[in-house]
Each structure stands twice: as C-alpha cells, then as structure tokens.
C-alpha cells in the first residue's frame, strides 16, 4: 500500500493552504467559538424556563458554558482584547440566567464575524 | 423462524450502535452551519460501510480470519506496522473520546462530577467485557442504543422542509459560498465519511464475524445487518443534522458543548426527550467504548499473531485480555490530563480517515481473491462500489490534515 505519496500530498498542501488564509482566522474562531456558547446558554436558560429540561441538566450545562466562555475570556485577554468585555457579559449573563441579554450578546458576536459570518 | 429473529436483532443491534460521539458531533454541527446540504456525505458514507461491512464479515465467514489478518498477510512488513501503530492510536483515542462522551451523558443526568463517572464508565465497561459473552455485549449496547430513536421521532414533530432535506441528498458542492464556508464545508464532508468509516467499525465487525464463529449459511444474516441495519442507523445521524438545522441554526448555535444535541428532543418531546436522548447517548457512546477498546487489542492480538478472542476464557489468551483492559485503561488516562472529548472526537476523526486506506485495500483484494473466497467472491457491484469508494477515501486521506489545519478542526 502507498501511503507516502498521499502523506507527502498533505504535508505539502497545508503550509500552502494555511498561508492562503487571512490573518484574522484566530480571531475569528474566538469569536465563533464565544458566540456559539453564549447561544447554547441562551437556549438551555430558555428550555428551562419553558420546563422542557431538568434542573441537574440545566444547571451542568450553564457551569460547561461558564468554564467555556472563562476559558476563552483567559486567551481573549492575551489575543483579543476587544472580545474580552463581551466574554466577561456573557459570564455574568450566563451566571444569572439572563436570556435577553446572552441573546444580545449572541447577536453582538455574529455580527462581529462580519462578512465572514455563518454560511447562508 | 430461528434465522429471523437473528437477523431482527442483528438489524436492531446494527442500528443501536451505528451512531457514536463522533457522528452526533458532527451531525449537529453540520446541520447547524450548512443546514442539509451535507446529508449525501452521510448517505454515501453509509453506502460505503454497507459495503466494507459486508465485505469483511463474508471474509470472515469464509476464511475465517478477521481484516487484521488479513492487513498483515496483504501488506508488507513496514505499512503494515505503520497501519497497526496508527489503528491502535487511533481506537484508543476514540475509546477515550467515547468514555469521556458517556461521561459528559451521566453527569448530564446525574449531576455527579465528570472524573468520578469517567472513571466509574471505565471499570462498568471493563466489569461488562469481562463477565458477558461477546454476543451479549453486542447486544447489550446496540439494544438499549435504539433510545436514540428519540432524535428521529424528534424530527417527525419539528416539521422539517422535507423538499429541503430531500435535496440534501443530491451531492452538491456550495460553490456560492465564501472561500472559507467552502473549506470548512470540504472538512466536513471529510469528517462526517470518517466518522461514519471508522476503521475500527470493520476490525471490530469481521473480529465479530470469528468471535462467532460465522460460516457461509450466515452470509445472508450477514447481508442483512450490514445493508439494513447500518441504513438505518444513518437515518438516525441524518435525523440530528436536520434537528440542528431547524432548532440550533435559527439560535446561532453551533454546538460547542456535548449535551447541547440533548436538546434537539427536549425541545419538540420535553423532559421525557431530553431523559431518553442521554440515555441513548449513554448506551451507544459506551458501545463503542467497548468497539474500540477491544478492536485496539483485536489489532495487537491479530497482526502479532497472539491467541485472541473474547470466545476464549481470559488465560487462554492472556496478551489479548492484558491488551484490552490496558486499552481502557490509557483511554482513561487519556481523559485524566484533562483534555476535552470534543478535542478528542476531531483528533480520532482525522487520525482515522489517513489509517483508512491501508485498513481497505487488502479487504478488497481478499474479497477478490478465489483462492481464499472461492464462489463468494466479490460480486460486479460490490467490486464497483468497493473500488469507487476506497478512490473516494484516498482522496479524503490525502485532503484530511490540510483541512484540519486550514479551518482549525471546522472552527473557522
């Protein structure tokens, strides 16, 4: 079985690829990667309102979202500083159950990914 | 009547296992960015392992020799390691990546800490291999699996556009899309065929086919299962990418957090939905737990030629039980440095799309080889079929790291 050529394919076409990117990827995937999680607080917080989910799972997923997003405040500090404040709201929004404000934070987020936004 | 039951619960048991972390990750995900547009990778990938499936359980039934038998005899000594190196690696990450999916389902019901139920899931699946007989563990898993119908009876209530997801079985590629969406949906359509090809799917199957001692009047159960019960295993994956579409993408979710895919039946069924979905995805994360930790050590077992076999009592084949129970074990170690199994999920999705192509060939060419098969060789179909998608998967192999690396893992 040839499996060299197909490894030499691959590790000749990621530099190549990798540097066809722009240099706002990693900012992008940060920005994505808060915005999804503050939406999947939101939808949780709203299903319990609703009465559609337990309490033990309400509350486990509103500390993975918690743990999500302080992980991400911890690289924003270092990488993004202007997507620090918001992932410091969506803390204190997902703390409280808030699930106006965690929507309009979603809302800030996806429009911060700009042109590069979700796949219509 | 006997024949009958065998294959009901041979479909059934099919269809129970076919969905694991991997594919409910990606299914969610996949619905949630690209709406349907990705459901023709899910059915051309379930053609492919009807296929593969197929294919090595009749090479078992005739030659009575599993696929890693067969790698060691098909490939020259230094492939041959490397493909033995790189399917151990990546069953053990995918058993980890499965345990800690259990893991993330109990604590989800239970509210316990995730160690603790990491760490009880590992000594429950060891304490299960080691009292049931193989059929049985089969069995077990695939069985209670089939709580994750809950995600298809789910679909039915949310309504779908069915002309919509009619259509997202037409292969299509999105070219209106920006250069970005484009490559992320490239490494998509690369994951979604690993994760539905796994190659531990194979090794574990055909490993089944011996631990069962098939013979040729089981080609037809056999048949069955493969064609049957893994189509309609992917209806049930199809069902959690059309559940994201409708419920996730309008809420800009795109699931980062693995018991957010509970909601696509908490939402349409209420408590009882989100109940069973955890417990499905308990009972068919776990399965293939145990797939993957024995088919690390079916692996080792088959290509250094040591007695294996879980039909054999634990002494009479003491390396294959060492070598299962350390599989479980490095799996739970895997989880204790803390890495995420999300993380883990598109790391054995990638490791195991470059493994694929030496796990493929030599079933091919056994399948196609009378002297081995006799008159059970390879029919027109399944040799077209079989030759069309290992092309496919070469290519896969070969476009799977730069897409990785390019889009992040599909973050970008």
New interface residues.
Partial sequence: ?K?KP??V???L??PM??H??DID??K??QI??A???V??A???AD?RVH????Q??A???QQ??LD?LKSLAKQAQKKTPDLSPITQRAIEATKTSDIAALRAI??QL?AMEG??G??D | MGGLIEITLGIMTAVGGFVDVSELVFAAQAGS??VFSLIWVFAISTVAIAVFGEMSGRVAAITKQPVFNLMRQR?DLG?GI??LIASVVTSIITCSAEIGGTAMAL?????LPYSLLAGLTTLALVGIIWALPFKWIERLFGLLGLLMIVFAIATVKIHPDWGGVARGFIPQA?VS??L??L?T?GYFVVAIMSAVLFPYETYFYSSGGVEEQWKPKDLMVNRMVAIVGFGLGSLLAIAVLINAAVL?RP???????I??S??EA??PI??TG??LA?LGMVFAFSGAAVETGLSSAYSLAQFLGWEWGRYKKPHEAPRFTIAWIAAFALAFAILLTGIKPLDLVEWAVVLSI?VL??TY??LILIANDRKYMNQHVNGPVSNTLGWVFYVMI?LA???????Y??T?GG??
């Fill in positions: 079985m499996l197909l490894l394919l691959a590790l076409a990621a690829m990798a066809a990117e990827s990693g992008l995937v994505r990667g915005r999804t999680v939406a999947e939101a939808l949780v299903a009465g559609l989910v337990s033990t799972y509350n486990e997923m993975d979202a999500e979603a809302a996806l042109p590069h979700r796949a | 960015r690209f490939l492939p490397v493909a604590k989800y019901l239970t509210g999105p899309l920006p970005k969406d490559v949906y996730f809420e800009h979710v795109d699931p980062a957090i018991g957010t509970a909601l908490a939402i209420g408590k989100l109940l955890l470059v192509p030496a060939l030599p070469c192999a070969a476009a799977a790291l730069p897409l690396f390019v992040q973050k970008l």
